[in-house]
């Protein structure tokens, strides 16, 4: 019998997908679930995107370009200056989401058995990555006490030795809702230049900001030119995460150069999916403030259901549309698991993501849930409410 | 500063795509290049999936669920057994096209260093993907004087060790044209089930066959389930190419388990080419019978119009639509760059690949070229001419 490998062996379950099975068993039985387990927006891509997919004037569905078309790049540079990043078209490479963003980056930057330090709870899916390049993360943990903010830049410097190739940042952060300062951002950049690492800042949620903390990018400092890796996507600002459009952004030309040979190596980012993306860009102004606004509501309904809840607490979200809470139980699967199998209230039931699969270390985060607010106020409301009361017979 | 990975220098610049810059300089000079150097056809995507694209009625561009729609997967079902190829949609994962299965495949049955044994020539980015994968190539060269047939099985058993975990094929193969027979496949496959290894059969070409030799599958043969993957892919049949919409199907539920992990990490197929895809399985049966029709012919003017040329040799395309030519020059690839920066007919010129990228083995292949016969007769007939010329100049 041949055999799987290791790292596939070792790559651990996502925790945002793993209860798949229980919610689809739950929708055969008749109960809708109110799904807060995954960023999936419910709200509406642009129009102009959609328009764009029907009225296509094209008989051959032809390979795109490997680092996507100048044109879409371009236009990224136009959007990029309006938020003071200022690249070229040949800073950018197109990749297939976020995600093969995340893997082009390990790839090109480390060697199996190299480090790259992440602080913790982290997107699960970066352990992914790192298991399919062999890459070693090493967590630093945050704090629920602390919103999630920065562990110390000395927790971070302890960690450094000559394996270490990188600090990977997501900024807003998923799954905390944290928004790191411009301060934090400087001082970890700075750690990264003075031990000469990358420092790799995920920050497709750059928009998503609900406070009066102003975002801000790791490439907006020219010292960090050399250092910088931005991962950006179309994905969560568009409402287009099935297009599967994001890009590596970075003035390392070293760096772009080496993605761009991953890049070639599987020819092609999905060609429908560029044009919805190249014509998000081309979007109304307007688009993105009225998500804003909406997803600033629903953080709004979110923080006011919340704190009507015992027992329990909660990270509050600044940006991004996570939010971290620790509940009185020991194992918050347990718990996600059976608000699918054994609870629900008028036929209905919410799905959550445990925790701990946000984590690197052990028995961390075990009696943590991630919510994603990604419904109306409504469904919201609702869906802690389901919380609350399976809370209490998961409890009692 | 921050360094780049061993693995990413390491990385082959792919032949097909690396004089790309001079094809565009030649073109902003006024030359028209025909494209013979990628496997892009010239052919019409299927009405219907054009058709469905244009129609499509949603609002939201969703993820798509990681290992692809079942609708999707149980219609590939149907078209596998009409090929004598009896599987579950639950033996398919979905991918960005062939590239991502290869990848998915890899990182599924090896870890750094593990070995596995390739016929060359082969589709050069099998060394991309290797290498983003920390996995060797261990080639077996395959003759032009023998049409590329396979190699002995000795002289493959011959490189079997510990660390080897699979054999690749590519049948029909793509560059060599050749089409493995039912006895090179079950040869193959019994070596490969006699050390316990993966055969990994490529077969996005299955169709593309110009002979009275029938394609014989990897997966016809039941006695092969635990050992045979099988690489698919809507990209050539459907003309689809930048849909980027491919396959994984085995049987050996371990291995379609862990391709389902790293499924999950990069989340979802793109959405709207699995649209494309599943109506082009959909499409009218005379959809492939046209297209074979129409390369058939292309394959007759080619070799018609190779054999006019002197001191030529080439494959002889059974199947796939490639043919590897050996060429009376040292430097094949200063020749095809020759063709693009210093030679035209007409205003027009020729793109063609080097081969010896196709090679794993150092100081082969360094005379021949890969040509993809993707254009009209019409076409093709010039350019034969203008790499006829062109040699004649080159040489002399």
């Given amino acids: 019998m041949p055999t799987i490998s290791k790292k596939g062996n070792n790559i651990p379950p996502s925790p945002i997908r793993k209860l798949v099975p229980f919610a689809d068993q739950a929708k055969k039985k008749g109960v809708d679930i109110l799904h807060l387990n995954i960023g999936q927006p419910d709200i509406k891509s642009p129009t102009e995107s959609i328009d764009a997919i029907k009225n296509i004037e094209l008989d051959i569905l032809k390979y795109e370009y490997s680092q996507g078309s100048y044109e879409f790049r371009n236009n990224l ?115 990264a230049k003075k031990h000469d690492l990358f420092i790799v800042v995920d920050e497709v949620y750059r928009e998503f900001i609900y406070t009066d903390i102003k975002h801000f990018s790791i490439l907006e400092d020219q010292r960090f030119y050399e250092n910088a890796i931005l991962i950006d996507s179309t994905s969560k600002r568009y409402s287009l995460c099935g297009a599967r459009i994001g890009f590596i952004v970075s003035k390392n030309s070293d760096f772009i150069e080496t993605c761009l040979k991953f890049a070639l190596t599987r020819l092609s980012p999905p060609t429908l999916a560029l044009i919805a993306a190249n014509e998000a860009l081309n979007s109304d102004e307007n688009y993105i403030k009225n ?88 469904k919201l409301k609702r869906a802690i409410k389901i919380i609350n009361l399976g809370l209490k017979e998961f409890i009692s």
Same sequence: chains 1, 2.
Avoid at 85 to 105: K, N, Q, R, W, Y
Avoid at 139 to 156: A, G, Q, R, V, Y
Avoid at 333 to 348: G, H, P
């Fill in 77 to 191: 540079c136009k959007y990029y200056s309006n938020h003071n990043i200022h690249v070229l078209p040949d800073d950018i490479i197109t990749t297939v989401g976020a995600s093969e963003a995340l893997s082009f980056t390990l790839n090109s930057i480390c060697d199996p058995g190299d480090e790259v330090i992440i602080p913790e709870p982290f997107y699960a899916n970066y352990n992914g990555f790192a298991q399919a390049s062999d890459v070693k993360v090493i967590p630093i943990t945050s704090k629920i006490e602390d919103n999630f903010s920065l562990p110390s830049i000395e927790s971070f410097e302890n960690k450094i030795n000559n394996r270490t190739k990188a600090i990977i940042i997501c900024n807003p952060c998923n799954p905390t809702g944290y928004v790191y300062s411009k301060d934090e951002i400087i001082a970890i950049a700075d750690l």
């Fill in 291 to 378: 998500v804003i606004n909406e997803y600033s509501n629903r953080r709004k309904v979110l923080i006011s259901e919340l704190s009507n809840l015992n027992d329990i607490q909660y990270s509050n979200p600044m940006g991004a549309f996570y939010s971290i809470i620790k509940l009185p139980v020991n194992n918050a699967e347990e718990f996600a698991k059976f608000l699918l199998t054994d609870f629900s209230i008028n036929n209905e039931s919410v799905m959550v993501s445990p925790a701990s699969g946000f984590y690197s270390s052990k028995n961390i985060g075990n009696d943590e849930i991630r919510i994603a607010f990604v419904l109306n106020s409504e």
